[in-house]
C-alpha cells in the first residue's frame, strides 16, 4: 500500500477506476497498524457502507472489527436540510410568513444542496479537535469533475465573498459569510504538501491516464501539487495462450508507456488485478498480498443467448425521434454507451446529436472523427455560465447606470450562476429531441441526480405560479417522465457494488416519476471466452449479478462482453452494438 502519508490524503480520479476500494483498503491497513484513521467519503453516490456492510450516513460511524477505523459518508441532502435549519431556525418566529417562505424557496436548490456539503467538507479540513483525533483524514472523492468543482469551491467562495456579492443565493450567502476564514483556512491546508497528499487513481487505459493528466495539472494550477500517481487493476503479464488476455496486457502497457512526461515524473504505484470484488474486510486486507498467491481456480462458460444493444436500438428507433438518456455510476462506460448507440442510430439514416453533461467526458476521443447524419455537443459549465452571463448583462443590465451594473456583474459572479445556467442549457437539449435523436451522456450519478432536482425545482416553480390559461405548459420535467419522449438507459458493471449503486438510482428516478427504460450490462467477462484463470475467477463473480439485473431490476436490459479493443472510432462502436 501507500506509505508516510500525510494527515489528509484525497483519492480521486476518473469514475470506475477503483477510489474507493483503494481509499477503504488503505484506511483499513492504517487502521491495523494502530493508526487512528476518519475515513471521508465527499462522493453524493457514496458507497463506503456497501464495501463494509454498515450503514454509515452523515454522522461518524464507527466501523467493526477495525478498532482504529471511523467512517463518515457525506450526505448532500442531510447536510443540505442541517444548513437549512441553521440559517432559517435563529429567524424562524422573527419574520413574517411571506418573507420566511420566500428565504426557504431560496434554499430549496441544487446550489445549497452543493453549499452544505462543501461546509462539512471544509469543515474536516480545519476543526483543530477533529484534526487532533485523527492521524490520517482519508477522503474518497467524488468522480474528477465533481471533485475538482469541490476542490476549487473554497477559493471561488472566499473571492466571491471578498467582492461583496450577495444577490442570487441570499440565503446560502448569509451563512457563507460567517465562514470566511474557515474557507481560507481549507485552502491553505489544501495546498500545503506536508499536510496533504492528493492520490491520482487511474486504470490502464489511455482514456483513463489521459484524464489523470489533466486532472494532475488542473490540481497544480489551483495549488496542490503534493500528488501520487496509483494505476489500478493492471493485468498481471503472463497472458497464458487467452488472446484476451494477450490483449489486454499489450493495450495497457501501450497505455502506460504512452503518458505524459509530467504524470510519468510523478510517484507511482501499482496494483494488480485481484480475482475478487472488493468488498468486506478480508477481501480489503488481502489488497497486501500478491495475485499469484490466491491461486484462483474458479471456471466458467461463457453466457450464450444474452441480448445485445441492437435489440434496444431497434425498439428506440421505432419512435423515430426522442431523447436518450446513459445515466450510472462514475467508471461504467455511460460514454462508450452512448457514444454507440448514436454512432448506431446515425448510421440508420437517423439525424442525431449526441452530448454530454459529464465534466469529465471526452467524447470525441471515443468518436474518433466526424460520422455523418451526427452532431456532437457538450454542455461545459464554463461556457454556459459566461453564456449565461452575458446575456443578463446585455438585457437586464442594459437599462441599469455603472453602479447598478457593477452590483449585477457582482452578483453574477455567484457560483450559484452555474446552476441556472447549466439548467437553462439542459432545457435547451431535452427541447431539441422533439425534433430528432438526441442522445445525452450524463455525468455520474451524485452529480446527475443535483441536475435532475433543479429540473424538479423549476417543475415545480412552474405549476405553482401557473394559471389556468396554461394549463398545456411542458415542462423539462414533464418530458423527462414522458416514455414516449425519453428513455434512460441505466449502465453498469457486472459486479455487486455497481449493481447496487444502480438499484440504488433506479429508485431516486422512479420517486421523480422517471421509469428507466433498460439496463445495460457493460464490460462482461462472462458473456466472453476468456480460459486465463484470473479473468475467469473474475467471470464468475458476474453470474448472479446479471441475472439480478435480468430477474428484479428490469423488463429490458443488453449485455455488452468485455472488448479485446478499445470501442473507439465509428467500426468499433457499431461492433459493440451487434455484440
Not at 66 to 86: C, G, Q
Not at 357 to 371: F, Q, S, V
Request: glycine share 6%; net charge negative.
Amino acid at each position: 500500500m501507500f506509505t508516510n502519508l500525510p494527515k489528509f490524503v484525497f483519492f480521486t480520479g476518473k469514475g470506475g477506476v477503483g477510489k474507493t476500494s483503494l481509499a477503504c483498503a488503505t484506511s483499513v491497513n492504517l487502521a491495523d497498524a494502530g493508526k487512528r484513521v476518519l475515513l471521508v467519503s465527499t462522493d453524493p453516490a457514496s458507497n463506503v457502507g456497501q464495501v463494509f456492510d454498515t450503514k454509515i450516513g452523515n454522522h461518524i460511524t464507527s466501523i467493526a472489527n477495525v478498532p482504529s477505523l471511523e467512517a463518515l459518508e457525506i450526505d448532500p441532502e442531510a447536510a443540505a436540510e442541517e444548513y437549512r435549519e441553521r440559517i432559517i431556525g435563529p429567524i424562524r418566529n422573527t419574520l413574517p410568513e411571506k418573507a420566511l417562505a420566500s428565504i426557504q424557496e431560496q434554499l430549496s436548490g441544487a446550489c445549497t444542496t452543493e453549499i452544505a456539503a462543501f461546509d462539512e467538507f471544509t469543515a474536516l479540513l480545519t476543526d483543530q479537535a477533529l484534526i487532533e483525533r485523527y492521524d490520517h483524514i482519508i477522503f474518497d472523492t467524488a468522480p474528477t469533475g465533481h471533485t475538482i468543482r469541490l476542490l476549487k469551491l473554497p477559493g471561488a467562495w472566499s473571492g466571491f465573498l471578498e467582492t461583496g456579492g450577495d444577490a442570487s443565493c441570499l440565503g446560502p450567502l448569509a451563512g457563507l459569510e460567517k465562514q470566511r476564514e474557515r474557507y481560507a483556512a481549507a485552502v491553505e491546508s489544501l495546498s500545503n504538501a506536508d499536510l496533504t497528499r492528493l492520490i491520482l487513481v487511474t486504470r490502464p487505459r489511455t482514456s483513463s491516464l489521459s484524464e489523470a493528466a489533466r486532472t494532475h495539472r488542473e490540481l497544480a494550477d489551483i495549488g496542490i501539487q503534493n500528488q501520487h500517481l496509483a494505476i489500478n487493476g493492471v493485468m498481471p503479464e503472463d497472458a497464458l495462450g487467452d488472446p484476451l488476455a494477450n490483449s489486454m496486457i499489450g493495450r495497457e502497457g501501450d497505455a502506460i508507456n504512452g503518458i505524459s512526461t509530467a504524470l510519468a515524473s510523478l510517484p507511482q504505484t501499482r496494483f494488480y488485478l485481484r480475482p475478487e470484488n472488493l468488498v468486506g474486510l478480508d477481501a480489503l486486507r488481502r489488497m497486501n498480498q500478491p495475485v499469484d498467491a490466491m491461486h484462483p481456480e474458479a471456471t466458467h462458460n461463457a453466457i450464450t443467448h444474452l441480448p445485445t444493444l441492437s435489440h434496444l436500438v431497434d425498439a428506440i428507433e421505432a419512435d423515430g425521434k426522442g431523447l436518450v438518456m446513459t445515466m450510472g455510476k462514475g467508471g461504467v462506460g455511460k460514454t462508450t454507451i452512448a457514444a454507440a448507440v448514436a454512432v448506431e442510430l446515425a448510421a440508420r439514416g437517423h439525424d442525431v446529436l449526441l452530448t454530454t453533461t459529464d465534466p469529465a467526458a471526452h467524447l470525441t476521443e471515443t468518436l474518433a472523427g466526424d460520422i455523418d447524419n451526427l452532431e456532437v455537443s457538450r454542455i461545459d459549465p464554463a461556457v454556459e455560465t459566461q453564456v449565461y452571463r452575458d446575456h443578463i448583462m446585455a438585457t437586464r443590465g442594459a437599462s441599469l447606470d455603472a453602479q447598478g451594473r457593477k452590483m449585477l456583474e457582482e452578483d453574477l459572479r455567484s457560483p450559484c450562476t452555474e446552476e441556472i445556467a447549466v439548467f437553462q442549457a439542459f432545457s435547451r437539449v431535452i427541447r431539441a429531441a422533439g425534433r430528432k435523436f438526441v442522445v445525452m451522456d450524463t455525468a455520474p450519478t451524485g452529480h446527475t441526480l443535483l441536475l435532475l432536482d433543479a429540473t424538479g425545482s423549476y417543475h415545480r416553480d412552474i405549476l405553482r405560479h401557473a394559471s389556468e390559461t396554461s394549463a398545456r405548459m411542458v415542462t423539462p420535467m414533464m418530458r423527462l417522465q414522458d416514455p414516449s419522449q425519453t428513455k434512460v438507459l441505466i449502465v453498469t458493471l457486472p459486479e455487486t457494488t455497481p449493481v447496487l449503486e444502480a438499484a440504488r438510482l433506479q429508485d431516486d428516478l422512479k420517486r421523480a416519476e422517471i421509469t428507466p427504460y433498460a439496463w445495460v450490462v457493460n464490460a462482461s467477462l462472462a458473456a466472453t471466452e476468456t480460459t486465463h484463470p484470473l479473468l475467469v475467477a473474475r467471470a464468475a463473480t458476474e453470474a448472479p449479478e446479471i441475472k439480478r439485473v435480468q430477474e428484479k431490476l428490469s423488463l429490458r436490459y443488453a449485455v455488452v462482453p468485455m472488448l479485446a479493443e478499445d470501442p473507439v472510432g465509428a467500426c468499433r462502436l457499431r461492433a459493440l452494438v451487434a455484440g
